[in-house]
């Protein structure tokens, strides 16, 4: 994050009443923005995600020669290249953003160009060579300074691979995809714990054929893009900042429409219905194999119970589980998070940081190198926030702020607009004193 340090107060709340409309999906907006540079034809995007990430994704289709015209009412368009990058004049700058470097690495290996990828000081520190190792593998020749970006791929042609993701991770599986797409032969993949399947339906929606059998999903090379129209679905991972707020409150009342629902991505759901939170399904419906609904969120009369997280489940809700560390303290029987030792390696160690911001405001908790262990019925008071510049953690801990005795001062808080730019504005016209 380079942009100018804010500090957010956030103040005690009472409850939290309305409707909300997030902005579009951060996972499905980079596949779209990416997809959409490599396809033929115009791509039309509606309710485009307003974070900073995806935009840094739109960058570097722009520098690889896609046309991008950025409308008013997060409509993108995209002319893409018709499946043949060009040599970008400088560095491909990936920002914050670990999906665009780990995904974007895997559309443009098989390209006849050098080309170098960096990124801001958090994502220089983030593990690259889980995907240097299966490119590799496909015939890529990629260089990584001691495991890190900046990245060097000196691109041409790649055959087909089987692999099986060690580690459960979206990015990497979508890099042997985009990679496997355009390499002679045909790939296939299998993942230990099915993460979210954004790709596979984005693939499809742009024309590509995939086929699973059984775990193993199947992409055959040579195969080109036509340009789409689509809207992106809300996103429940920001969502899940407040659903997890409306969890505080008793008299809580809260109205997600257009919301992203896809299966792969609604584990939380379960979670809160788990913790005690009631959620009633108003309508849904789905676009280019995404699901989309307006949901409605409350307390069920008994309060919040408390949640075991580990397994596949901690995969699932990877980017949502400091919102739920952030809560554990307020629930009656805590929070246990385990086998979630991945996120020490995202924006910031979030293990780390929840740890010393749950400790900053008073709360006892146990910390595991794969997780925490937060009892509940705990107290909580105002203290100094640091964010680590990790927009989720700025995000998590605004939340805790809403049930503690007095004021916290969120330092860093301009990270939330790596994903979510609106959130301040919008906690701030739901929560009531
Ligand atoms: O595929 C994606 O869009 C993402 C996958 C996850 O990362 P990993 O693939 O590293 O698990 C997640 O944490 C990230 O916010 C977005
Ligand atoms: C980990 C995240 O994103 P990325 O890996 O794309 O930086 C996130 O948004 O929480």
């Given at each position: 994050?380079?942009?100018?340090?804010?500090?957010?107060?956030?103040?005690?709340?009472?409850?939290?009443?309305?409707?909300?409309?997030?902005?579009?999906?951060?996972?499905?907006?980079?596949?779209?923005?990416?997809?959409?540079?490599?396809?033929?034809?115009?791509?039309?995007?509606?309710?485009?995600?307003?974070?900073?990430?995806?935009?840094?994704?739109?960058?570097?289709?722009?520098?690889?020669?896609?046309?991008?015209?950025?409308?008013?009412?997060?409509?993108?368009?995209?002319?893409?290249?018709?499946?043949?990058?060009?040599?970008?004049?400088?560095?491909?700058?990936?920002?914050?953003?670990?999906?665009?470097?780990?995904?974007?690495?895997?559309?443009?290996?098989?390209?006849?160009?050098?080309?170098?990828?960096?990124?801001?000081?958090?994502?220089?520190?983030?593990?690259?060579?889980r995907?240097?190792?299966p490119?590799?593998?496909?015939?890529?020749?990629?260089?990584?300074?001691?495991?890190?970006?900046?990245?060097?791929?000196?691109?041409?042609?790649?055959?087909?691979?089987?692999f099986d993701t060690p580690i459960p991770s979206a990015?990497v599986k979508?890099a042997v995809?985009?990679?496997?797409?355009?390499?002679?032969?045909?790939?296939?993949l299998s993942e230990a714990v099915?993460t979210?399947?954004?790709?596979?339906?984005?693939?499809?929606?742009?024309?590509?054929?995939?086929?699973?059998?059984?775990?193993?999903l199947?992409?055959?090379?040579?195969?080109?893009?036509?340009?789409?129209?689509?809207?992106?679905?809300?996103?429940?991972?920001?969502?899940?900042?407040?659903?997890?707020?409306?969890?505080?409150?008793?008299?809580?009342?809260?109205?997600?429409?257009?919301?992203?629902?896809?299966?792969?991505?609604?584990?939380?759901?379960?979670?809160?219905?788990?913790?005690?939170?009631?959620?009633?399904?108003?309508?849904?419906?789905?676009?280019?194999?995404?699901?989309?609904?307006?949901?409605?969120?409350?307390?069920?009369?008994?309060?919040?119970?408390?949640?075991?997280?580990?397994?596949?489940?901690?995969?699932?809700?990877?980017?949502?589980?400091?919102?739920?560390?952030?809560?554990?303290?307020?629930?009656?029987?805590?929070?246990?998070?385990?086998?979630?030792?991945?996120?020490?390696?995202?924006?910031?160690?979030?293990?780390?940081?929840?740890?010393?911001?749950?400790?900053?405001?008073?709360?006892?908790?146990?910390?595991?190198?794969?997780?925490?262990?937060?009892?509940?019925?705990?107290?909580?008071?105002?203290?100094?926030?640091?964010?680590?510049?990790?927009?989720?953690?700025?995000?998590?801990?605004?939340?805790?702020?809403?049930?503690?005795?007095?004021?916290?001062?969120?330092?860093?808080?301009?990270?939330?607009?790596?994903?979510?730019?609106?959130?301040?504005?919008?906690?701030?016209?739901?929560?009531?004193?």
């Open positions: 994050m380079s942009s100018i340090a804010t500090t957010q107060i956030i103040r005690p709340a009472r409850t939290l009443q309305g409707s909300l409309t997030v902005p579009g999906d951060k996972s499905i907006s980079h596949r779209y923005a990416m997809l959409a540079g490599i396809a033929e034809g115009t791509s039309k995007l509606s309710n485009f995600s307003t974070g900073a990430d995806p935009h840094s994704s739109l960058g570097c289709m722009e520098a690889l020669g896609a046309t991008v015209v950025r409308g008013a009412d997060k409509t993108v368009e995209v002319t893409g290249t018709a499946g043949s990058f060009i040599q970008p004049a400088g560095a491909l700058d990936c920002g914050n953003s670990g999906s665009t470097m780990r995904m974007l690495a895997g559309l443009i290996a098989p390209h006849p160009h050098t080309f170098t990828m960096i990124g801001d000081h958090s994502l220089t520190m983030r593990p690259m060579e995907i240097r190792k490119l590799m593998q496909m015939g890529a020749k990629i260089d990584l300074v001691d495991g890190h970006a900046p990245i060097t791929i000196h691109g041409g042609p790649l055959t087909a691979i089987d990015q979508t995809l985009f990679a496997g797409l355009q390499a002679e032969g045909t790939t296939s099915r979210r399947d954004h790709s596979e339906h984005a693939l499809r929606a742009f024309g590509a054929t995939l086929t699973r059998t059984g775990e193993r199947s992409i055959a090379g040579g195969q080109k893009l036509k340009a789409i129209e689509a809207t992106v679905p809300g996103d429940l991972s920001s969502a899940a900042f407040f659903l997890c707020a409306a969890l505080l409150f008793p008299d809580s009342n809260l109205v997600l429409d257009s919301i992203g629902m896809n299966p792969t991505r609604a584990a939380l759901l379960d979670v809160i219905v788990a913790l005690g939170g009631r959620i009633k399904v108003l309508q849904v419906e789905e676009h280019h194999g995404e699901m989309i609904g307006t949901i409605q969120v409350n307390v069920a009369p008994g309060g919040l119970k408390g949640a075991e997280i580990s397994g596949a489940l901690s995969a699932q809700i990877i980017d949502e589980l400091p919102v739920l560390a952030a809560i554990a303290p307020y629930t009656r029987d805590g929070i246990t998070i385990r086998d979630a030792k991945e996120l020490r390696v995202k924006e910031s160690d979030r293990i780390a940081l929840v740890a010393k911001n749950l400790k900053a405001m008073g709360a006892e908790f146990t910390e595991y190198e794969d997780g925490l262990a937060i009892p509940g019925n705990q107290k909580l008071h105002g203290a100094v926030i640091d964010s680590g510049f990790d927009h989720r953690i700025a995000m998590a801990f605004s939340v805790a702020a809403l049930r503690a005795s007095s004021e916290n001062e969120i330092q860093g808080a301009e990270a939330a607009a790596i994903s979510f730019p609106e959130f301040f504005t919008y906690l701030d016209s739901l929560c009531q004193c």
